[in-house]
């Protein structure tokens, strides 16, 4: 049975790349009727928190990537660290190193003018008794000492057969002097005492990957399988930065993506079912993934398409399931603000301070009315942030170019016929609100857009939207009313 994992580090957010490590796993996991385990790597004490851990299993739970063990803390495995580490130290292959890093630091130095790897040179081991008895009372790592000769080498999923020359593998803790493991030294322990099968992570680890193999060897243990996927790259080909989109999954979730959609989106990074399909459902991403489908160059990460995406995902939900998904979305807790992010775009999103209420710029009390209002902006939403403010809350601003050429005193007077016209409609509909500005606009000998805009303006404060006889309709009659007299109020005479 295939057994997987995903390992990340509480030292900060849950990023994209990451997620899509995770991503990965889970449809490999379920796709073969296997097992995904989450576990936490917060070994690195001083950068790793209880708030980050948190919010790495916040993000998971809401992408729906369910773990089947988990999530495992390695801080609680520290025993079982130091225990293989000693039986590891019996076989001579490692030994305790006194060593700090001042002390090495020249001959990492050398090592790097020459472009060659450094190799311990053991000096606490070799010095004389009585100066070393003093070396000795510092706390100790454990240093695995690589061979200088011969080459390391493992198969890739991916890329085939990898080898590296053991001499440019430098000698590497495998036990800090804080009693902490490092990282390689963790992964391959925990790995091998967890089952995991498969070993599906970004090509950047490749690198750890000979170390992990030579601890492997060392401990007689068979590897898991590797899969190295490419890196996700940035609209310029770079590496994916804070610049490009690599934030937090949780700030996507902040501005209206839906989880389906960032899985979704994710998972087409480096794979890909085939043919031309792109918008799929998380049954279809399970039903169709195979390690045969990944690619081996790297991804664009597109922010735009994923908006894109997000639309088709918001269309294929009905009314009410998209009213649901906005009434979660507006229950949720103030709004993070990540690093390199001053405010999120909902604030530029409504007219109104942006202390105001997250929950009364999205919907009203009235859910007849609120799935009107679905039903009219749902072509065009991209993310849960297009519920237009102006439907449940008052324009206290009007857009200054449109209001500059079109709330002048001309249009006031056109604004008072219209609310007189309108006024007086019995029913209220999309045809008859249309037929009476139709009318308006050849008694007064002028086009309907000289109507449509200043009407626009004094309902919404914006110069576009939806279909402006659908926008009156879903309105009602009382806003509408209200509306234009307060714009009527709001053009000052000239």
Known sequence: MIKVRIAPSPTGYLHVGTARTAIFNWLLARNQKGKFVLRIEDTDIKRSSQEMTQSIIDSLKWMGLNWDEGPILQCDRLE????????????????FCYCTEEDLKPRKQAALAEKKSW???RPCLSLPSDERQKWIMRPAAVRFFTESDGKVSFMDKLHGELTKDLHDIEDFVLMKSDGTPSYNFACVVDDHEMGITHILRGEDHISNTFKQIIIYKAFGWEPPVFIHVPMILGADRSKLSKRHGAVSVLEYRDKGILPETLVNFLALLGWSPGGDREVLSMEELISEFSLDKLGVTGSIFDYQKLEWMNGEHINRLSDDELLERIKNFSKLPTRILYSGESELRFNNHINS?????????????????NKKVIALLKPRMKTLLDMESYFFVEPTEYDEKGAGKYLTQEGKQRLELLKTRLSELTEFS?????????AIAGELGIGAGLLIHPLRLALTGKTVGPSLFHLVE????????QRIEKTMEWIKPS
């Open 80 to 95: 079982n660290y130091k225990k293989n580490a000693e039986a590891l130290i019996k076989t001579k292959l490692c030994d």
């Open 119 to 121: 190799k311990c040179n």
């Open 353 to 369: 301070p942006a202390s105001q209420d997250f929950s009364s710029t999205l919907l009203s009390e009235d859910d007849e009315y």
């Open 430 to 438: 999309v045809e008859n609100i249309e037929a009476v500005i139709r």
């Open 474 to 481: 879903v309105l009602g009659k009382e806003r509408v009313m």
